[in-house]
């Protein structure tokens, strides 16, 4: 696992958007794994000046998020449908049919990420598949756990992740489940980045980098990945 560390989140952020821009270069029809929350969304932004200054394309790309929340509806303001819209789909040249994120609200959770995984592999896997980390390590919404998760499936989210994302949820109450990749579905990635910032991630990023490798911390999986860079900024970072 390759660390990088920065003085500052432009810094980081500019280097996540270089690793984008490479990958869309080398190919313009590439698929990127995508994640929502705060983490990426100076990265984004770097995408998006990119897009706007005739560097790089998203017209041929396809894309798939990591996660949905279940029975929030898809225009809901918190759902992630709408942050990818606000903050990346919205303000690009990606087209609508080349997106994919879970329908957290399918009648039949099970086959909706039977669909999703087979989504996946019909697209030809991910090329680069951008995370966040939880305060407690998970990836995705894959929380501690007793073993790995496989493909994309529904979970029930910890009381520490309610905590973290209920800030914004002011006028509606936080769902309590929601679909996500599994473990497995994100180590299948060529190449994974995970983005962290500020102290609140110090800890689970010291889990990540030097505790063991369980499912108690999920993130400690990438260490089995062949290439996986985590970006940190000096507070994420400061345990190490
Ligand atoms: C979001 C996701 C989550 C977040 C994580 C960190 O799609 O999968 O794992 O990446 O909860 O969230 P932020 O960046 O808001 O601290």
């Known amino acids: 696992m390759q660390i990088e560390i920065f003085d500052s989140e432009l810094k980081l952020a500019e280097r996540a958007a270089d690793l984008f821009e490479d990958t869309i270069r080398k190919n313009p029809a590439a698929v990127l794994g995508l994640a929502t ?28 998020n990591l996660d949905e929340y279940c029975d ?16 990346l789909f919205g303000k690009v040249d990606i087209r609508p049919e080349n997106v994919h994120i879970e329908n957290g609200n399918a009648d039949d959770f ?32 894959n929380e501690p756990a007793d073993a790995f998760t496989d493909g994309t499936f529904r979970i029930k989210l910890t009381e520490s992740t309610i905590k973290a994302n209920s800030r914004y949820f002011t006028d509606s109450e936080m769902p ?32 990540t980098v030097k505790g063991p490798i369980t ?23 400061s345990l190490l």
């Open 110 to 141: 099970d086959a909706e990420a039977a669909a999703y995984d087979r989504a996946i592999e019909a697209a030809g896997g991910i090329d680069l598949q951008l995370l966040g980390i939880g305060t407690n390590g998970h990836i995705g919404f």
């Open 176 to 207: 309590r489940y929601a679909l996500t990749m599994g473990i497995a579905s994100i180590m299948h990635a060529k190449k994974i980045l995970l983005i962290a910032t500020g102290k609140a991630k110090a800890e689970a990023i010291y889990n």
């Open 37 to 64: 929350g705060a983490s990426p969304v100076n990265t984004y932004n770097e995408l998006i000046e990119r897009y706007r200054a005739g560097k790089i394309s998203f017209a041929d790309i396809t894309t798939f």
């Open 215 to 237: 499912p108690r911390c999920p993130a400690s999986v990438l260490r089995l990945h062949q290439n996986a860079i985590l970006l940190l900024d000096t507070e994420a970072a």
């Open 72 to 87: 929030l509806p898809r225009d809901d303001k918190n759902s992630y449908y709408s942050f990818m819209q606000q903050n």
